[in-house]
């Protein structure tokens, strides 16, 4: 089994998910079986209890799973079934900690972060990348974790404590750690800056995992120079420095990093076995998906009334299926967000004006399409 280890830094939301589905896709491309799992660092035990306004939708697995939405993601890149195991979060880890705890598994010792949590953590991460999730019962080749949260926030330690160990317990040949990190470009100078990636990469090597690619996320494409400065601080090559610029559509980023040779550094780093030539199937229908939907200039306005309106993330499921379905249809998706409570009369009396303008957007739309819990 082959591990590929998708650290954050600077922000949170910088598109680890994303580009951990990218990667997983260019390795499905290639016939390589990929499992997924993400790991949320904070003290519930599931995604079910969170307000959508905390992370977004809750993504209800097939079997009833309640996880993040990330793990819709890697179903809808990777074509997969995922099970509420491939969610990890640190309220599980303990939960289990605690209860072998209980029933004297530990024999009396005293029960520790290190080794206790650390290696519930890695036998974790080792016996769900052995389930198979394609529907053939076929085990897979390459298992992709996603480290939620950003390196040096205080409730992630244990879990980068657990894969600094793991990198030697699966041996490095077989591990792979990449780290996603912000390059901004402030609008005063337009120049691209490479500090907060150099003090990201620092703390990460600190806490003893040394970053094997670095992908780096910018407004523009990165530029050469940038590039060169990020290997030369932060103990990379420059060809393993990849930049993922803000593309029209996230089916882009799979093209983007199949241009930059990802899947090329992954057949060397973990001797996979590759056809040559590589299989083109996938990658092809993938490019004429990404242009199509660029394309396109049709137009169809939909009103989408709910009660969390005010994050787009709340209804990331049903976004994407509307937008799929007017991709069928040789259309793109012009959705209106509309909060349910301005359209009672209680907001008429209180606030005319909003509760008028929500009226408007409603009957403006072509579509209606109304969430109700």
């Not at 520790?112 to 949590?117: E, R």
């Not at 949260?149 to 404590?161: A, C």
């Not at 990198?167 to 402030?186: D, G, M």
């Not at 993922?244 to 996230?250: F, L, R, T």
């Amino acid at each position: 089994m082959k591990y590929i280890l998708v650290t954050g830094g600077v922000i949170s939301g910088i598109g680890k998910g994303v580009i951990a589905s990218s990667l997983g896709t260019i390795l499905k491309a290639c016939g390589i079986r990929v499992t997924s799992i993400k790991i949320d660092p904070y003290i519930n035990i599931d995604a079910g209890t969170f307000s959508p306004y905390e992370h977004g939708e809750v993504f209800v697995l097939d079997d009833g799973g309640e996880v993040d939405l990330d793990l819709g993601n890697y179903e809808r890149f990777l074509d997969i079934k995922l099970h509420r195991d491939n969610n990890i979060t640190t309220g599980k880890i303990y939960q289990h900690v605690i209860n072998k705890e209980r029933k004297g598994d530990y024999l009396g010792k005293t029960v520790q972060v290190v080794p206790h949590i650390t290696d519930a953590i890695q036998n974790w991460v080792e016996n769900v990348s052995m389930v198979p999730v394609d529907g053939d019962n076929k085990l897979p080749d390459v298992c992709i974790v996603e480290l939620g949260g950003t390196i040096g926030d205080i409730e992630g330690m244990p879990f980068v404590e657990a894969f600094r160990q793991f990198q030697f317990r699966v041996k490095r040949e077989n591990f792979c750690c990449i780290h996603v990190s912000l390059v901004p470009q402030p609008g005063s100078t337009g120049e691209q800056k490479s500090k907060p990636t150099q003090n990201s990469v620092r703390e990460l090597r600190g806490l003893g995992l040394s970053p094997d690619l670095i992908v780096a996320r910018s407004e523009s494409p990165l530029n050469s120079s940038v590039k060169d400065k990020i290997s030369n601080f932060c103990h990379v090559e420059p060809q393993h420095v990849i930049g993922i610029h803000d593309v029209p559509n996230i089916y882009r980023v799979p093209l983007l990093l199949e241009e930059q040779k990802m899947v090329e550094y992954f057949i060397e780093h973990f001797n996979l076995p590759v056809p040559v030539p590589r299989p083109r199937k996938l990658m092809m229908k993938w490019r004429e998906l990404a242009d199509r939907i660029d394309r396109l200039h049709k137009e169809v306005h939909i009103a989408l009334v709910g009660k969390y309106t005010d994050l787009e993330d709340a209804y990331a499921s049903v976004l994407k299926a509307l937008k799929h379905a007017a991709l069928a249809c040789n259309h793109k998706v012009k959705v209106k967000y509309i909060e349910a409570a301005d359209l009672e009369e209680k907001t008429k009396s209180e606030d005319p004006v909003k509760y008028h303008d929500a009226w408007q957007q409603l009957c403006s739309s072509k579509y209606v399409f109304y969430l109700i819990k």
